[in-house]
């Protein structure tokens, strides 16, 4: 079956680095849309970064000029540079996998997601 598997995370203070993966297998990486999103506690599970397959980006407003997406189709993996870490982006970031045609910012459009990894900023 299709497997995400992220990793990457850990604790860091305010203002440090951190660069997410996320390996993908058992799909044709090349023809996928692809996606983070993060949940925070208590909080429900939002858009952060996406690619689509022709490498087209879109950010959203909380992470914009902070956060990197890329993607390597000969690795079937995507990345998630987080500079300027704050506080408030302690969360669990999640990638996903969409096979729609444009980029995709609404959760219910990706068909499989990876299990998460934590990241926490400290102040």
């Known amino acids: 079956q299709v497997q995400l598997v992220e990793s990457g995370g850990g604790l860091v203070q305010a203002g440090d680095s951190l660069r997410l993966s996320c390996a993908v297998s058992r799909l044709t990486f090349s023809n996928y849309n692809m996606g983070w999103f993060r949940q925070a506690p208590g909080k429900e599970r939002v858009f952060v970064a996406a690619?689509?397959?022709?490498?087209?980006?879109v950010y959203s407003d909380a992470v914009k000029g902070r956060f990197t997406i890329s993607r390597d189709n000969g690795k079937n993996a995507i990345y998630l540079q987080l500079d300027s870490l704050k506080p408030e982006d302690t969360a669990v970031y999640y990638c996903?996998?969409?096979?729609?045609?444009?980029?995709?910012?609404?959760?219910?459009?990706?068909?499989?997601w990876g299990q998460g990894t934590q990241v926490t900023v400290s102040s």
């Open positions: 690619i689509n397959r022709y490498s087209r980006i």
């Open positions: 996903a996998a969409s096979s729609t045609y444009s980029v995709v910012t609404d959760g219910d459009g990706y068909d499989f």
